[in-house]
């Protein structure tokens, strides 16, 4: 079992910044991969950000990039994601999720475990 706990979220204006994180606990393997995911109300979860356990792959949405920014810190089992120039679409629950083995996949059920989410908002 792998239990994940996101931080960081929050109200900011658009234009304005938010650092998320996501803590990982437990039966946690360097073979990994971790991943930020969104749902805003009405609809599907939607990657947003991935990361090997190197770090040495990232990949993301199209709609982030440029804008957000992954990174891990092995050390303290933690994924962060840095998110810039934010915007009223950007409003969503964020939720981390942990994926045992290689690849960064985009779709939710690739992913073994998530956490409780965080809410975002971006107001205009």
């Known amino acids: 079992q792998v239990q994940l706990v996101e931080s960081g979220g929050g109200l900011v204006q658009a234009g304005g910044s938010l650092r998320l994180s996501c803590a990982a606990s437990?039966?946690?393997?360097?073979?990994?991969?971790m991943g930020w995911f969104r749902q805003a109300p009405g609809k599907e979860r939607e990657f947003v950000a991935g990361?090997?356990?190197?770090?040495?792959?990232?990949f993301y949405a199209d709609s982030v990039k440029g804008r957000f920014t992954i990174s891990r810190d092995n050390a303290k089992n933690t994924v962060y994601l840095q998110m810039n120039s934010l915007k009223p679409d950007d409003t969503a629950v964020y939720y981390c999720?942990?994926?045992?083995?290689?690849?960064?996949?985009?779709?939710?059920?690739?992913?073994?475990?998530w956490g409780q989410g965080t809410q975002v908002t971006v107001s205009s």
């Open positions: 437990g039966r946690t393997f360097s073979n990994s991969v």
């Open positions: 999720g942990y994926r045992y083995g290689s690849g960064i996949p985009y779709y939710t059920s690739m992913y073994d475990y």
């Open positions: 990361i090997s356990w190197s770090a040495s792959s990232t």
